[in-house]
């Protein structure tokens, strides 16, 4: 989910100099940090253990789209393995469509304020009109019960442990409604209805060896926790739309003109973006054949989920995208003539040398990207991701445009690759997520839209004086919880500035990337903790870092260091000197110290965390041979400090 854009409102507060020391390093240091052991899931080390199993959903759909009554109608059938310890003798599933019920708990939850999950209009939600369990000759109509976004299958006789399997079959529609809070919906161009259909068929819940089935309902701003397996999809639409969705076309040759097929595969083989549907060529009636309707069938692996799009207004590119393990895969760009509207085609017609580059940057810096097509779609949705396919606002130019499809295709690998629980843990997809757009937007054409970067002011005063603030809520808050304008930072940029920090001024960039990378391919298509983070950083990168988490993680902690006192050795300046530095608040972290002599020498002393393991104050001595002018801490601005007025003392 895209970025929110920040209403920055900073009171100003009152600074009390000299105030008493709030830090405690017994407090900050405790040695009691993790709440469990390592066990035979989720090893102590941080990687799936011997005994980690994870249950596995498979899904069949053939589903039509009818575009008069803006509906779709399907059938899915889910095949289920239980590989946990446990019987189960019932199925949870998520029907999200409910939802957008005037009754749902996420109608009923929106504030007078509104915002971007309200519902504007509303549906019937989810109809289900069939259910069996087994295959033919040997199925049964199951008990279900539904409550508000969740379904309850019971079953004849549980599901055994270890590698069971069922077969759920499920027929199922929904109106398409228009706004569908921010995640799909329909959007009316001056070519037709650009339909964005995501959350679309039942799906299962994860059942996991923490909380046994994850049942928190859907609500808006809390995303999803899915389970993996293989999604394979056919869509039935008119003829003269065109269909992109999660995965691979399986059958192109059926779906596009010859000469498009032809497009089609030359841009499979070019860096260059190729165009392959044109706006001149959608009112052509040699698209759409003599056939009425067409059906697309995809396909896509070891994926949570799958999405999908069609209009008859897209204009469609695409090009190669080269991929680290030397594979390649496929950028595509649909867009309605009115997006292409920028200056100098800074806009939706470059979606696919962004959507090129940034799959390209990530795949070489952190992990393959795992599909055979990367699918940028405008339409009504402003930014979401879904596996192989991103909805971004049609109304994106320039660098909004480029943050927007860099920000959701960055979640391929937050959390469509690596599987946390986002329903409850935003900062490890967002957060996660947002800091990797940082480093890409930086290499993104030498740099381009480089000032869109998020970074660059997250250690400003204000910046730090909205983040840390007192209201501001903590990472490690439910996101439906997190008040809703305090979800950009809580959810986003506090944790990406967090990220940075251990990458910048605790790690350093090699033992960091090392030991990111190594969490992504231990967890990727797995679903780890926040504790399972913790313990592979600490255990890869060689650092206890439970001091770190405790603050920036638990605890919504300020860091304010100061420079209280500069003493020369025997009131002499030749002889050296003694500088006293203090930490008044509950966050610690490494320190540099500048310090510049009046004779034009500089000495840069790097303090260790550990210099607060003593307290609050921090003594060391410089060897200054003159008269000293200043004493700076942090002089790079590299730590988000409370109160810079007190960083400084000058003769
Ligand atoms: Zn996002």
Not at 128 to 138: K, V
Not at 222 to 239: C, K, M, N, Q, S
Not at 334 to 359: C, F, H, L, Q
Not at 546 to 562: A, E, G, T
């Amino acid at each position: 989910m895209k970025k929110l854009l920040l209403a920055v409102t900073v009171s100003l507060l009152c600074l009390t100099l000299g105030a008493q020391s709030k830090f405690n390093p017994k407090e900050l240091f405790n040695p009691q940090f993790y709440p469990y052991p390592g066990n035979a899931q989720r090893s102590a080390g941080g990687e799936p253990g011997a005994a980690y199993w994870q249950n596995r959903a498979d899904y069949s759909i053939d589903c039509t789209l009818d575009t008069i009554a803006h509906k779709v109608t399907g059938e899915v059938t889910i095949t289920y393995t239980n590989n946990s310890p446990d019987q189960l003798p019932f199925l949870w599933l998520q029907l999200d469509q409910n939802i957008y019920k005037k009754e749902s708990r996420g109608s009923s939850t929106t504030t007078q304020a509104g915002g971007r999950w309200a519902n504007g209009e509303f549906t019937q939600g989810d109809v289900i009109s069939a259910m069996t369990i087994g295959s033919a000759g040997n199925s049964y109509t199951p008990k279900y019960m539904i409550n508000d976004t969740r379904m309850q299958v019971w079953l004849k006789e549980p599901l055994n442990a270890a590698g069971e399997k069922l077969e759920l079959k499920i027929s199922f529609s929904f109106d398409i409604p228009e706004y569908g809070t921010d995640r799909m919906g329909r959007l009316q161009t001056r070519n037709g209805w650009i339909y964005q259909v995501a959350q679309w068929f039942p799906r299962l819940c994860v059942y996991d060896d923490l909380q046994g089935w994850n049942l928190l309902p859907y609500l808006g701003a809390g995303e999803f926790y899915l389970e993996y397996g293989d999604i394979r999809f056919d869509v039935t639409a008119p003829a003269g739309l065109l269909l992109v969705g999660s995965g691979e076309l399986l059958n192109p040759e059926e779906c596009f003109t010859p000469e498009q097929l032809r497009r089609y595969n030359t841009a499979a083989g070019s860096d260059k973006t190729v165009m392959i549907r044109t706006e001149k060529e959608l009112k052509d009636p040699s698209v759409t054949g003599k056939k009425p309707s067409i059906t697309w069938k995809y396909r896509i692996s070891n994926a949570r989920d799958a999405a999908w799009s069609a209009s008859r207004a897209f204009i469609m590119d695409a090009a190669k995208i080269n991929l680290s393990d030397g594979k390649k895969s496929l950028a595509i760009s649909v867009y309605p003539s009115e997006s292409a509207i920028g200056k100098k085609g800074n806009d939706w017609r470059r979606s696919t040398e962004m959507t090129k580059a940034s799959i390209e940057h990530y795949s070489a810096k952190w992990f393959s990207y795992p599909y055979p097509a990367a699918i940028n779609v405008a339409g009504i949705v402003g930014g979401m991701e879904y596996p192989g396919i991103v909805f971004c606002s049609y109304q994106s130019v320039g660098a909004d445009l480029w943050s927007v499809t860099d920000h959701e295709l960055g979640h391929t690998w937050f959390p469509m690759i690596v599987g946390s629980n986002e329903r409850k843990y935003a900062w490890m997809d967002e957060g996660f997520n947002t800091f990797i757009n940082d480093l890409s937007t930086e290499e993104f054409n030498r740099g381009e839209f480089k000032d869109a970067g998020f970074f660059g002011d997250a250690n400003s005063d204000m910046m730090v004086k909205y983040t840390f603030n007192d209201e501001m809520d903590g990472l490690f808050t439910t996101p439906d919880v997190i008040q809703q304008d305090n979800l950009g930072i809580a959810a986003y940029m506090k944790p990406a500035q967090m990220l940075h920090a251990l990458r910048d001024v605790v790690l350093g960039k090699d033992r960091f990337d090392a030991a990111f990378r190594e969490y992504i391919r231990r967890w990727a298509f797995k679903h780890p903790t926040p504790w399972d983070f913790f313990h592979t950083i600490e255990n890869v990168a060689g650092e206890d870092l439970s001091w770190f988490w405790r603050s920036w993680v638990f605890n919504n902690w300020k860091l304010d260091l100061s420079v209280k006192e500069v003493k020369y050795i025997k009131d002499t300046p030749a002889n050296g000197s003694d500088i006293t530095i203090e930490n008044l608040e509950k966050m610690a972290m490494p320190a540099v110290v500048l310090v510049k002599e009046s004779n034009g020498k500089d000495h840069r002393i790097e303090l260790p965390v550990e210099v607060w393991q003593r307290g609050p104050v921090w003594t060391f001595s410089v060897l200054t041979t003159s008269e000293i002018r200043e004493v700076v801490v942090d002089p790079d601005r590299q730590l988000p400090d409370w109160n810079r007025n007190n960083n400084r003392w000058k003769k």
